[in-house]
């Protein structure tokens, strides 16, 4: 689900890029296809995927080092991103698109599958020896 969200949001730049009549088009399609291609992973998914990772031991360390991430992205999102667009305007897209073809490759390298696993199968065994699983 992380894929497919990620995937769906990196389609989303397109038309800011090329500037062409039928990609506006798909634009439109595409501005009504992020907000569920969000909320399919970045919504609720995270803190059900990551109480699922984590041993319980390390579990509130984990959710709280997403926690920071995700203030500063918001952070980034509300001071920084219009100041690139009003200096550099429809290339500053170009850096978005950059930054979610990482977060495909990163999630798609880096998240492991939960489905079919138990919980002691997902635990981060390397970990298990510092906080006395």
Known sequence: MY????????CSARYAVTGSPSAAKVVIFFIFLYSPMYNIGY????????VELFPFMVRSRGLTIFQWWGRMAGFFNNFVNPIGLENIGWKYY????????FEVCFVFFLFPETSGRTLEELSFRKYSRIYRL
């Open 94 to 101: 170009l850096t978005y698109v950059c930054w979610l073809a």
């Open 43 to 50: 919504n609720a998914l995270s803190y059900t995927y990551l």
């Open 3 to 10: 894929l497919a969200c990620t995937i769906g949001l990196l």
